[in-house]
């Protein structure tokens, strides 16, 4: 096989974030948190892009923008874990500020989740802390980035208060741990924050470390977030060939379908990179998202099997943003 051919410079920046992924083993309560009580538009119902047979499920702003998605992988036979070293410790997720916090914190525990304040150095953004439904940590950060809110209209929570996309990634190592990568991929690091910052035309996305817990790497489980995606624009391919040139060997670029991606597994989790193209909601008209399974060419002809064998998924929000009249009815049946 002939050596690949090493780029001389880096593509433009990188553009922000993408997406977050974890690994659901109850995707009907999955759907039920993740729209109904975090107030995210589920985007797509479809499938995992490496098999056949499991359910993908993703949620995002009004319109499936890059940056806003959270997407989980259906593996209902996967263990449940905590991470470990080098695993991705928890999704952090944006709001507008501190009072938005307290909002979060009201309305999770009306919904019997647990969370926690982190408030008490001034010198920190505030953060609210607390875990799914199937154990992923989950942060929400009273953010300093500037990049454009993007929300979905959940008309049950005000619009001052709603999620406004993702902040990045906490992993479990050290800001030295991912420096060599971040520095390749054009980070700038920020001790005063503990992160990594990309910052794009448009968009950032921030890396942030969490101490070493004394427990192995997990691979993939229930409850440990599988990976951050990064949005390198329309330059995949030369992003894909400037990290793959770098300190940590990356995939070659996959076809996904709604997207093309390359991964890399650094000392702080796996990270993909990812393009838009042709996007989320390219193949579905706008009152089938989150409603009607979407497949790719490729596995249509399994659609009678699917939609007789997959486990039923209510979405509990309507196009509007508006909750349907059963959604809590719904829920209580889950």
């Known amino acids: 096989m002939a050596k690949e051919k090493s780029p001389s410079k ?31 538009k589920f985007i797509k119902k479809t499938l995992n ?12 702003d009004a319109e499936g923008a890059r940056g806003s998605v959270v997407t989980f992988l259906e593996f209902n036979d996967a263990p449940k874990a905590l991470p470990g070293k080098g695993n991705h410790w928890a999704a952090m997720l944006r709001v507008r500020s501190n009072e938005a916090l307290d909002y979060w914190q009201d309305r999770l525990t009306q919904n019997e989740i647990f969370s926690e304040l982190i408030r008490l150095n001034p010198t920190q953004p505030r953060r609210l802390l607390f875990q799914d439904p199937e154990g992923h940590n989950v942060e929400l950060i009273a953010t300093d980035a500037k990049d454009a809110p993007q929300a979905f209209p959940a008309s049950d929570i005000p619009a001052e208060f709603r999620i406004t996309g993702i902040e990045g990634i906490r992993s479990c190592c050290t800001l030295d741990d991912l420096a060599p990568y971040a520095q390749h991929m054009g980070g700038v690091r920020n001790d005063q924050y503990g992160r990594w910052e990309f910052n794009g035309d448009t968009r950032s996305a921030r890396w942030y470390t969490a101490p070493v817990p004394n427990r192995p790497w997990q691979e993939f489980a229930v409850g440990v977030w599988h990976h951050l995606a990064i949005d390198t624009d329309a330059d995949l391919h030369a992003w894909r060939d ?79 943003g508006s909750l349907k009249s059963d959604a809590k009815a719904a829920s209580r049946a889950a």
């Open 49 to 60: 892009f490496e098999t056949t047979f499991r359910y993908h499920t993703y949620f995002s």
């Open 242 to 320: 400037w990290a793959n040139a770098g300190p940590i060997p990356t995939t070659p670029v996959y076809d996904h379908y709604v997207f093309d991606s390359a991964y890399t597994l650094t000392p702080g989790g796996v990270i993909e990179l990812c393009n838009d193209r042709p996007g989320l909601t390219f193949d579905q008209k706008p009152e089938e998202l989150g409603e009607r399974l979407a497949l790719a060419p490729r596995v249509e002809p399994l659609r009678r099997r699917l939609e007789a064998e997959l486990t039923p998924i209510f979405n509990p929000r309507n196009p509007d």
């Open 10 to 40: 880096p593509p433009k920046a990188i553009n922000g974030n993408h997406h977050i992924t974890g690994v659901t083993a109850d995707v009907a309560g999955n759907v039920d948190f993740w729209s109904r009580i975090m107030g995210l």
